[in-house]
């Protein structure tokens, strides 16, 4: 099922979200809407705060583009990244590698509205599965910059919230503006 998505200033957007203690049918079922959601609205990326629950669990689709990594490892092991795609984690962990990159993002609780965002290049995540096990994944690219953006989104911080103070100063009133035009795109 398609949920709807949560647009800002949603307070959820800001919550820092609760462990999932246990995986139950409806976590299950969750997962499986938040996939089905993320698609529906194109998006690489989708963190339950997005669709108004704040518990520790994202799911994140990046096999559309097969070269947006150069490498990935689970657990130590090289990996098909596609073949591991999408990914649902629950509670992870993050460790930032030192080189930074300014790349663009977007965010589906922000439409119409993209920003450069400076993170780290490389990631080491480790979460749980909905199966129990626990995994660390290593990677660059677009899956790092992804998985970085969706942590965020599990710990209260919004993509806005990383612009340069000069872009936040830019944004401010175009900001102002897409939240009246979402306010009357919900009125349709």
């Not at 000069?166 to 009133?173: H, N, Q």
Request: glycine content about 6%; hydrophobic content about 40%.
């Amino acid at each position: 099922m398609v949920l709807p998505i949560v647009r800002y200033p949603d307070p959820v957007l800001r919550a820092k979200c609760r462990a999932v203690t246990e995986v139950t049918p409806e976590i299950r079922q969750f997962s499986a809407d938040m996939i089905e959601t993320m698609k529906a609205a194109n998006g690489v990326g989708l963190a339950a705060p997005q669709v108004a629950r704040d518990i520790q669990l994202a799911v994140i689709d990046v096999s559309h583009n097969p070269q947006c990594i150069t490498y990935l490892r689970i657990n130590g092991q090289p990996a098909d990244m596609v073949a591991h795609m999408p990914v649902i984690f629950l509670n992870p962990q993050l460790e930032l590698g030192k080189d930074k990159d300014v790349d663009e993002e977007g965010c589906l609780s922000f439409p119409r509205l993209r920003g450069d965002i400076r993170r780290s290049e490389d990631v080491k995540v480790t979460f749980q599965t909905l199966e129990g096990e626990t995994q660390t994944w290593e990677t660059d690219g677009l899956l790092a910059r992804a998985f970085q953006h969706e942590i965020d989104h599990l710990n209260g911080i919004l993509f806005i919230d990383r612009l340069s103070a000069a872009a936040k100063v830019g944004l401010k009133r175009k900001l102002g503006r897409l939240m009246q035009e979402w306010t009357e795109d919900e009125g349709e």
